[in-house]
Structures are given as C-alpha cells and as structure tokens.
C-alpha cells in the first residue's frame, strides 16, 4: 500500500493550457490562480484539458482538487512525449473521478457549481502513476453530466513517505457562519464559508524524510499550497478523496525522536 503523498510543485502553472471548449468568462488561465472560485467552465458535459511545455517534465501525478464533477463522472489522462506524437506514452483510459461522492448541499436543489466551492460543494480527484515519465504533452479528458467547473490543475512529481500516517487522521470542516438569536428567541443564520482541515502525525519516518520534510518547510513554509493525499491508492476512491486536502501547513517543526528517526505532525488548512 502506498503512503502518504504529497505534491508542492506545479508544473502545470508553467505549461500552455488549453481547453477543448470554454465558456465566456470563464478562461482556461483560471486554473492557473490560486482562488478556488475563479474557474474554467466548459460549455458541454465533456472537456479536454491540454497542457503543453517548451521541453520534456518528469511527471507521475495529476489531480483536480476542486470541480463540480460527482459519482458517475470520469477522467482520463494521457502522457505524450513530445507535441507531435499520437500514441500516448501511458494512458489510464477512462476511470470513475469521484466515486460514491454526491454533493448535495444545505439548503439548495441546485446542481452545485463554482460558486458553491467555498460551502462544501467542491469534490476531489487524483491520478497517480508507479513511476515517472518523460512528458511534454499531457491530456486531460473529463466527461460528466452537466458542465465542468475546474478551479485548479496541479500536475508534476509527487514525494511519497517512507512511513504511512499514524492513527487518529483528524478530518475537520472550519464552519464560519454565524447564528443571531433575537430577543424574541427566534435564530437567524449568515451563511459563510465552510473550509477543510486536516491533522495527522508522522512518526519515526527516516533521516531521508526529515531532509525532504525541511526543504519543504523552508522553502514553501505557510504560505504556499500543497495538495496532500493520505490514501492514494484505496481500493475505495471516496476514501482516497475523503482524505486528501489541497492546502497550507500551519505546523511545520520537526522532533528528534531517537537516531536517526523523527516526529512531525501536519496541521492542514484547506484552500
């Protein structure tokens, strides 16, 4: 069984993406930024996302970490090795984007869409490949029942823990509403926005680790989004995107537990 994974660099934001249709207002650079509710719509229920760059990337990973896709959608990834190929160098063909996962959010019959990301309605997908590949091209193919809102593509090389995450995986929601009650005694509710939080511990992971550990906190600290995924691999996808979170690390300490072996704990704060 895999480990933890985690992706902190994305090449995507460096490639030409482009999109097989685009709804107005709605343009492809979009999944280049970092506000989740600034997205690419499509204009069908099918849409192809390619993403081209100026010389070869080594690439293992790609994942979506907030669309409007449900139980039912699929994806498809295919890598090129160069800009002129028509056989694929690994093709997943099309796989279920978000099993067992139906959004249906408080107080609305509607469909969710873009705006509704930052109160729950945002959903989760991942593709991870055993090994790296050397890529120039990479298609994206997303077919669903309704148009596509993509907020975010996040493509590269992921790093993966020599340990697995111990027990107690926190899985939190940081609900901000705020509820008034009259003198009367009737409650009236102000709905805000709802964001994900994830803590777990790392323990006795290795010198190797710990190295990596620090580059990242040194280098990404805070301030910068990484997409993390606690099951990359479960035999139930609705696990793997349950516990998966695209955010920041507000912890980022190191304990020296005893030669050569350490402890961390991650406390994650979705976007």
């Not at 107005?24 to 999944?31: D, K, L, Q, S, T």
């Not at 498809?76 to 996962?101: H, K, M, N, W, Y």
Request: aromatic residues 10%; charged residues 15%; glycine residues 6%.
């Amino acid at each position: 069984m895999p480990n933890l994974r985690l992706i902190n660099n994305n090449i995507a934001d460096y490639a030409d993406i482009t999109a097989s249709t685009t709804a107005a207002g709605f343009n492809i650079n979009n999944v280049k930024n970092t506000q989740k509710t600034s997205v690419h719509r499509s204009t069908a229920t099918t849409v192809s996302y390619t993403l081209i760059w100026g010389a070869t990337q080594l690439i293992n990973c790609v994942a979506l970490p907030a669309t409007n896709l449900k139980a039912g959608a699929t994806i498809r990834v295919q890598l090129f090795a160069d800009l002129v190929s028509e056989i694929p160098i690994t093709d997943t063909g099309p796989q279920q984007a978000c099993t067992g996962r139906v959004i249906s959010l408080y107080n609305t019959l509607a469909a969710p869409t873009y705006t509704d990301f930052g109160f729950g309605g945002a959903t989760k997908t991942s593709i991870w490949f055993s090994q790296k590949y050397q890529a120039q091209r990479v298609i994206i193919t997303i077919i669903s029942d309704s148009v596509i809102d993509c907020a975010r593509i996040i493509c590269g090389t992921y790093w993966e823990s020599s340990r697995q995450v111990s027990n107690g995986i926190e899985l939190g929601y940081e609900d901000l509403s705020e509820i008034t009650t009259t003198r009367s005694g009737n409650t009236y509710e102000d709905r805000k926005p709802i964001t994900e939080t994830m803590k777990f511990d790392l323990q006795y992971i290795s010198d190797t680790d710990r190295q990596e550990l620090q580059k990242l906190m040194r280098s990404w600290g805070s301030s910068a989004l990484i997409y993390y995924c606690v099951f990359p691999d479960n035999t139930n996808p609705e696990v793997t995107q349950s516990y998966s979170i695209y955010g920041r690390s507000n912890s980022n300490s190191l304990q020296y537990q005893f030669h050569k072996y350490y402890n961390t704990s991650l406390d994650i704060k979705g976007w």
